[in-house]
């Protein structure tokens, strides 16, 4: 695609539950991010892949959260347990080697009830 | 380690003034500083970036200037319109070997008033 594209554009789920959240970044980008975006503020790194390696996850907040992308190019979050306070918009970017624009995708809206 | 701060929190300004809003960062070896606008329920969009050999760069009413021994970088509007309300990312791309990430500070809430 031309775009970075997430799936789904919206979840909601009960408290307790899983959920895998996807994105599809722009063909040939190597860098990989995963942020996540509360209302009114700045996106907050969760993990970085470089190829099919995650090179950063230290912003993941516990053991529940996990992050793939076997093949170098669609990343899957997942999230076991869900928590009403991850509740929140995930968000999905990919650039190609080192410095160069990362684009955004449109999102996925977590709503955990 | 990467940690970007970010001034004013909130700013409004009249249509036809400027707007500028700074960044600091701490890491030194940073080299790449982009600019998003994110408009209300849409994704961050670039509209600006400098890398770290450049002092100033500009794009018609937008420029950033860089700082390198101060550790700060600035974008400025000029002639604001309505249309520039947004918030406004600032962003570091710091790390070493494979293992770079984008780290961006929490945002500016700009309201052009018409």
């Known amino acids: 695609g031309a775009g970075v594209s997430q799936t789904p554009s919206n979840k909601v789920t009960e408290k307790g539950k899983y959920v895998e959240l996807r994105c599809d970044p722009i063909?040939?980008?190597?860098?990989l991010y995963w942020y996540r975006q509360s209302l009114g503020q700045g996106p907050e790194f969760l993990i970085y892949f470089q190829g099919t390696g995650a090179a950063d996850d230290s912003g993941l907040p516990n053991d529940r959260f996990f992050a793939v992308r076997p093949e170098g190019s669609v990343s899957t979050l997942k999230i076991q347990r869900t928590e009403r306070g991850d509740s929140a918009m995930y968000l999905c970017?990919?650039?190609?080697?080192?410095?160069?624009?990362?684009?955004f995708g449109q999102g996925t809206r977590l709503t955990v009830v | 380690g990467e940690n970007v701060e970010q001034h004013p929190s909130t700013l409004s300004v009249q249509e036809g003034d400027s707007a500028v809003i700074k960044c600091t960062y701490s890491d030194s070896a940073s080299n790449y500083f982009p600019w998003y606008k994110q408009e209300l329920g849409k994704r961050p969009q670039l509209i600006i970036d400098?890398?770290?050999?450049?002092g100033e760069k500009k794009d018609q009413r937008i420029a950033v200037t860089l700082n390198k021994t101060a550790k700060h970088f600035s974008l400025h509007i000029t002639e604001t319109q309505p249309e520039d309300s947004a918030v406004y990312f600032c962003?570091?791309?710091?790390?070493?070997?494979?293992?770079?990430?984008?780290?961006f500070g929490k945002g500016t809430l700009l309201t052009v008033n018409p």
């Open positions: 962003a570091e791309l710091a790390g070493g070997g494979s293992n770079y990430k984008l780290t």
């Open positions: 970017a990919s650039s190609g080697y080192l410095g160069t624009e990362a684009f």
């Open positions: 400098i890398r770290s050999n450049v």
């Open positions: 063909s040939g980008h190597t860098a």
